[in-house]
């Protein structure tokens, strides 16, 4: 995988097919591959082996049908596309359940994403602690942002304080917001929002049920 | 959006796109959408149009640049397509902080799909209600399964009790699992398993947080 072609913008669907290759091959028990075909890595995340070429492909990857890709090579290389080779910090904004679940989401840190801050209005929940990070106020969100280097902040707050939140953390300096509020958010054009919705992944399992109980299937690969 | 071509099977991340319309078209303010464009939406996700009404195309959607769908038909196409025009009945197993948070999600309930069980093994959370259901011992699964027709198990107890927990929901007789442990589980071809990976959310943003940082960008639309 070269650099030579990751100047290009690279469509959203691919980012999201890399991700999952990334997170699939960072599953993988290391002592059992060493070495992965697309075709077997396309059995684990039901995609076609064509496709997982063509993904490569883009990065100045192999490109053959039989090919087996070093692992580690692979991780690297999807790591350094993703920007996930340097470390970065984050901070949690809602401590209700999400909120602590994200806090407690151990595969993060593996990604090099350091959790520096937890904020909450909750005046119940301001100084506690989570995996050694205290609950602060979100008055203290401009200083943490910027003492810590933030650059992304998480929205596990109820919908009618999403918006708030992230114009809260915009005026901080905070480049990149994940959302999981259950309404969308926005900001400039520069700030880069990533609106997670549960309801998406449970849609397309409602879907492949839905598939699954026709009786004359064709099978995509 | 016809029935005629519904019986094809389409590709992943298309239904990934489909449930991603639904999604934003079920948050706009009804009162200011009565119609709208493929560019007007695609604004919203960030696509381009021209994926928008190809994607409509699929299901004999009408595909002109410029045309006004009708937010109310979109929806209830959407809707029938995958499979979210009928009652899904559901449970949750792990009631930590992630259960509990999708045991309180509101959405998924406008999306037809009713919590009927929580289940885990600690006996300080059995017994307890949740949005009046009442969290009991995984022993009880089958009978839960079986007297409220239970199509989806969602899986939120820690990684090392993933699998074991997605063998029993399918012995109990579920069809579908959804899960958000941090391992990937499997099962038998007849059994849809969707793996959701917070992770694979988390390195889409980390990427579009490294191309917004590069000082030339070609704009995708």
Same mark, same amino acid.
């Given at each position: ?27 993988? =028990? ?18 076609? =082996? ?15 049908? /039989? ?26 904004? /809602? ?92 900001? =400039? ?33």
């Amino acid at each position: 995988m070269k650099d030579t072609q990751e100047k290009k913008k690279i469509p959203q669907m691919t980012i999201t097919r890399l991700a999952q290759y990334l997170n699939c091959l960072s599953l993988l =028990p290391k002592e059992h591959y060493i070495e992965i075909s697309s075709k077997e890595l396309a059995a684990k995340i039901e995609l076609k =082996p064509t496709q997982i070429r063509q993904d490569f492909h883009h990065f100045g990857g192999f490109g053959q049908a /039989g090919y087996r890709y070093k692992v580690k090579d692979l991780i690297a290389g999807l790591e350094r596309i993703l920007g996930l080779d340097r470390q970065q910090n984050m901070i949690v904004i /809602g401590v209700g359940h999400l909120g602590q679940a994200l806090a407690n989401y151990r595969n993060f840190e593996k990604l090099g994403l350091r959790l520096v801050g937890l904020f909450d209005l909750n005046p119940r929940l301001i100084g506690i602690t989570i995996r050694d990070v205290r609950v602060r106020d979100i008055d203290e969100i401009p200083q943490i942002v910027y003492q810590e280097d933030v650059s992304m902040g998480i929205i596990a707050t109820p919908a009618e304080a999403a918006q708030k939140t992230a114009d809260l953390l915009i005026s901080a300096g905070i480049k990149g917001i994940w959302n999981f509020s259950p309404v969308m958010v926005t900001g =400039p054009q520069d700030i880069i929002i990533q609106n997670e919705h549960l309801s998406v992944g449970l849609m397309t399992l409602s879907y492949r049920l839905k598939q699954a109980k026709k009786p004359v299937l064709i099978p995509e690969h």
